[in-house]
C-alpha cells in the first residue's frame, strides 16, 4: 500500500520510502564493512520483490551504496524474485 501511496507522490509516502532505501543501502555497507570488501570493485544486485515497488526505495539505496565509494555499483538482477527463490530453495536442498 505504501508503495502505491509513493507512486501517487504523496510526500509522508515517499519519504518512508527513502528511509526504507537508506537503511537496505545502510545494511549493505555493513556486509561490505564486515566482509572487509571497502576496496573492490564489486555490484551489488537488488533482488526480491520490494524492490520492484519503489524507484525512491532503489535510489535512495543507490544512492547509500555508492556514496561509500564510486567502485561499488548496484544493479538490477538478471533474474527476477521468484527465479532466486527457486535457487534458493535447491541448494538448500541438495
Known sequence: MVFDVARQG???AVEVMCWA???LGQQAIGVINLLDLQAETFEVALIGSL???SPVL???LCEAVCQRG???SVCAP???ASRW???A???MTH
Do not use: I, M, W
Request: charged share 25%; net charge negative; with cysteine.
Open 10 to 12: 504523496d510526500p509522508e
Open 21 to 23: 532505501g537508506d537503511a
Open 51 to 53: 524492490h520492484d515497488g
Open 58 to 60: 532503489n535510489h535512495a
Open 70 to 72: 564510486a567502485q561499488n
Open 78 to 80: 538478471l533474474y527476477s
Open 85 to 87: 527463490r527457486c535457487v
Open 89 to 91: 530453495r535447491h541448494v
